[in-house]
């Protein structure tokens, strides 16, 4: 009954800045830990960014120093603030969470991903 909802994609030069968006709804559930992945043509899907309900945060190395992510847990909803976009960084862009239903079972979850391109 969880659905990560990903919003904020689109088409961009290099240099540029998107913000993306993941929304979770649904109703008697916990997010622990989200993060953003994503997959580029032909690629295997990748961890850019996690970030724990206490806010701490992991990057991938191809990303940091330029994407930053933050959560608003009333919200249930995670940001990705993407600057100084790379050609490398199109993809999918898919929004993952750790949730916990009300008898505390654990699952993990995935959105239906957006779309960044940026192009060269």
Known sequence: QVQLVESGGGSVQPGGSLRLSCAAS???FTIYAMGWYRQAPGKQRDL???ISRAGNTNYADSV???FTISRDNAKNTIY???NSLKPGDTA???CNAEVANMTGYVLEE????TLVTVFS
């Open 26 to 28: 649904g109703r008697s």
């Open 64 to 66: 940091k120093g330029r």
């Open 48 to 50: 850019v960014a996690s």
């Open 110 to 113: 995935w959105g239906q991903g």
């Open 92 to 94: 999918v862009y898919y």
């Open 80 to 82: 990705l603030q993407m």
